[in-house]
């Protein structure tokens, strides 16, 4: 069914958040200091009744490790759709969809994370690339008009032993040639 959830912060004691096929949860997911969450199912968690910048669709900070996403469709961004600033995540099969305002990331993950086999459409970067070891592979992007398709940098982060194979661009719309447009953008 439809459920509005607000913004989420996990507690403790939740390891597993399943959505099954045909809900549709309204809100966004936060794991502050929680390590080893799985999120996962077929059903949709949609940003569409938060404030613009109000919330990431996903986000995981402050040493939230190890979080695993897998079939949701993250629909509607008003900020970054899937954002895992922990180490050690894994994102499979995630489509990202209706990003319509800017600042409408895809997917960033950080140190030694994996994404593979997803949909990422996005109004800012489709793909960020900021720390060590990431890998990115068998990804489906569709960029709107800000943004890049693939963010390696943005104000002097380094990261050694990225690896992005396969990915297909279905369609650009960038309109202007701003600094952040293109496939590779790479800003500072």
Known sequence: GVHDIGVYKVPANVKNIYMEGGAWVY????????????????????????????????????????????????????????????????????????????????????????????????NDDNIKTYRDNVKFHDIVCWQLNNGGLIQMNWGGAQATGVEIRRVDLLHAEWNNSERNRGILSCVG
């Open 27 to 122: 809100g966004s997911l936060i794991m502050d200091g929680r390590s080893d969450v799985r999120i996962f199912g077929r059903g949709v968690l949609s940003s569409g009744r938060m404030k613009y910048r109000e919330t990431h669709c996903i986000e995981a900070v402050n040493n939230s490790n190890r979080i695993t996403l897998e079939g949701i469709v993250v629909a509607d961004p008003k900020y970054f759709s899937v954002r895992l600033i922990g180490v050690d995540n894994k994102v499979s099969w995630i489509k990202v969809i209706g990003s319509w305002t800017y600042n409408c990331d895809g997917i960033s993950a950080f140190h030694n994370s994996v994404v593979s086999n997803c949909f990422i459409w996005a």
